[in-house]
């Protein structure tokens, strides 16, 4: 099942190239008292909202997926974490350019470790990425995201899948220097993570996907996630050995080669397979 939230809230079941607007299963979602808990509740309540889903579909209003503004899938996840440094290509690039290493030595991520994004950074693809800092290089990253479904705590790879929720495209944008990543990566519209949210029941294998990126037209990543260093289930098993996993987590699993830099007014276009594609349009003029 293919899970949006788009036109300023609502949310959506994806099918065919439309969009069943489902909102009314919000409201099976439990109600909430202050202090609010750090996790989606949406994405946590998803296995049991199947079938109210799919009942809701049947008198839906639809909409061509063309004519809806996607949100973020996932509006309150606890944590976005970062795999730096995580396909061969992009270590080998990351070397040899030091526009992207910054004088940093480029060892491996299971040196590194991950990184977190802040939350106040993410958006969906109908929004516009709203670049900072004219005089430096903001850079496009296409990943697949790993949304986390269940609670897991130090959990081992063999069964580290079972706690995902489902997948989407991530762009986890970087502008490029000396600062810690946390820093860099987490300016607000940052993190795009869309279009929709793909539940792992349709996705058997997520380190076999083509993923790629286009700006302007022209391709600039293309690999599949084979090459990841550290595969999904890895990823979550290491992720999980530092930081409890809730659900709506979001991990952006790395980036494979071919990152470089986006200016004001370019379309994005990403895609991966089985999950889908969109385009997001960079804002026409820097942040100010
Ligand atoms: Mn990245």
Partial sequence: ??????????????????????????????????????KDL???????????????MTNAKRYAVADVSFLSPVANPGKIIGAPINYKAHVKESRKDPGIAHGRSVTSIGDWGMFLKAGSSLIG???EIELRF??????????????IGSVCRNVKRDVAMAHVAGYSIALDMTLRGPEFQCFRKSI????????WLVTADEISDPDQLDLWLRVNGEMRQRSNTRHLVFDIARLIEFASSFYTLNPGDIIMSGTPEGVGPVKPGDLIEAGIERIGNFSIRVAPEYFH
């Fill in 134 to 147: 004219a005089d430096r290089r903001n850079d496009h990253e296409v990943e697949l995201g790993v949304v």
């Fill in 42 to 56: 949406l994405i946590e309540a998803l296995p049991q909202l199947k079938v109210p889903l799919r009942q809701a």
């Fill in 1 to 38: 099942m293919k899970i949006c939230r788009f036109n300023g809230g609502r949310l959506g079941v994806v099918q065919d190239g439309e969009v069943f607007d489902v909102t009314s299963v919000l409201d099976l979602l439990p109600a909430q008292r202050y202090p609010l808990p750090q």
């Fill in 125 to 127: 693809c109908g929004q």
């Fill in 188 to 195: 607000d519209s940052y993190s795009v993570l869309g279009p």
